[in-house]
């Protein structure tokens, strides 16, 4: 049996409620920093305000502030009656603002809750008060799912994305209007190479999509395959089987870990943990932070 080699957590994006317990004291960290105390963490789960380190020894301890997550609290806390409802059949259970997916033993996948901005993936933006078979999925085993902010995302066994919801910010990795008009502010109107206009067809409108209610299937570059996923408020992440790490959506905060603060609609990977010769094996996003687990590349 392979000794797993030894890792360490990182976080980045916003922490103005200090919640991410790292070295810096800014309210923004643009670039990946190593937790403290990263090689005893097992796991980490991020809300809004705060965020929950569970340690190999066992113990929990909180970053941020508590208090001001009380109503998030609540809500999780009332969701216990499903988990019990659910528990035969349950896989895992991810919860988003206002919608639930739920991974049976099978690979299926059920959601329910709200659905206004498409995050069900029944192909309505209707509610729906109990869980609902994703049909459009039916036949398609998924190995893991997240839950965003009002977007959801699946992994499959054979290391396909799916994902459907919101895409405001480009958290889908498809076109959106707001990118498109702030790439418009920065570059000017739409240029040629040689600082020409370019032509458009009078009355030709832009592809843009803000709301998705099926499942639509992402390609990663390279054909990449996909081991995991995360999603925060308006921004998603993707660990590859090679352990590269893909973020893209909104970046007000460096949620995407790319040194800057810019939003992306498509995939881009994430080049420090590719510098630093580190295999990222986990990545959980809060709703507007990244973290990260990963080990030495022993084979670079």
């Not at 839950?147 to 994305?161: L, P």
């Not at 943990?273 to 986990?282: D, I, S």
Request: a negative charge; charged letters at 20%.
């Amino acid at each position: 049996m392979t000794e797993e080699l030894p890792g360490a957590w990182f976080g980045f994006g916003f922490c103005g409620f200090g919640q991410e317990p790292v070295s810096g004291h800014g309210r923004w960290v643009l670039s990946p920093e190593q937790l403290r105390a990263g090689g005893d963490i097992c796991h980490v789960s991020a809300s809004w305000s705060y965020t929950a380190l569970v340690t190999r020894g066992g113990h929990v301890e909180l970053s941020g502030s508590a208090k001001g997550s009380a109503d998030g609290c609540r809500d999780a806390w009332a969701s216990e009656g499903l988990l019990v409802l659910l528990r035969d059949r349950s896989g895992r259970l991810e919860l988003g603002i206002e919608h639930a997916l739920l991974l049976d033993a099978a690979g299926q996948v059920f959601s329910w809750g709200g659905g206004r901005h498409g995050q069900l993936g029944h192909g309505t933006l209707e509610a729906e008060p109990e869980p609902r078979l994703l049909e459009a999925l039916q036949g398609l085993p998924m190995a893991q799912l997240a839950a965003g902010g009002w977007h959801s995302v699946c992994v499959s066994e054979t290391g396909d994305i799916y994902i459907w919801g919101w895409n405001e910010s480009g958290q889908l990795a498809l076109p959106t209007r707001s990118l498109a008009e702030d790439k418009r502010t920065v570059t000017g109107e739409a240029l040629n190479e040689d600082g020409s206009e370019v032509e458009r067809v009078a009355g030709a409108p832009a592809h843009f999509i803000t709301i998705q209610p099926f499942p639509a299937l992402l390609d990663l570059p390279l054909g990449s395959e996909a081991v995991g996923a995360s999603c925060g408020s308006r921004h998603t992440a993707v660990v590859t089987r090679t352990g590269e790490l893909y973020t893209w959506g909104w970046g007000k905060y460096g949620q995407l870990g790319h040194k800057d603060t810019t939003s992306l609609d498509q995939p881009c990977r994430v080049e420090y943990f590719v510098e630093k010769q580190l295999q990222v094996k986990t990545v959980t996003c809060g709703p507007w932070n990244t973290y990260v687990y990963a080990v030495e590349n022993r084979n670079s």
